[in-house]
């Protein structure tokens, strides 16, 4: 059975920072390209930032460039995301997605990180 499982998330203030993980149970986990998504309270699904499968190549959304940063440890089957510089825009349930051609799209249960002073 596959799963991820986010975990990191709290209250923070603003300015402040969180790092969140996702851990997979995937055995082919360095096939995986990971992303990171967030739910607002707007019920909007944004997506946030992405992982190529071997952590060679990142891509960011707008709102959150230059202060977030996306990375991976194959070797612990756990994908990351650290936010800094934080902002009250930025809260929202973190949830995290495995990818792969051909395979099914696995997601995550997600991790509420609040924003606030």
């Known amino acids: 059975q596959v799963y991820l499982v986010e975990s990191g998330g709290g209250l923070v203030q603003p300015g402040g920072t969180l790092s969140l993980s996702c851990q997979a149970s995937i055995f082919t986990f360095n096939d995986y390209k990971i992303s990171w998504y967030r739910q607002t309270l707007r019920e909007e699904r944004e997506w946030v930032a992405t992982?190529?499968?071997?952590?060679?190549?990142?891509t960011y959304g707008d709102s959150v460039k230059g202060r977030f940063t996306i990375s991976r440890d194959n070797s612990k089957n756990t994908a990351y995301l650290q936010l800094n510089s934080v902002k009250p825009e930025d809260t929202g349930v973190y949830l995290c997605q495995a990818t792969h051609s051909g395979r099914p799209v696995y997601w995550g249960q997600g991790t509420q990180g609040t924003v606030s002073s």
């Open positions: 992982i190529s499968p071997k952590g060679g190549s990142t």
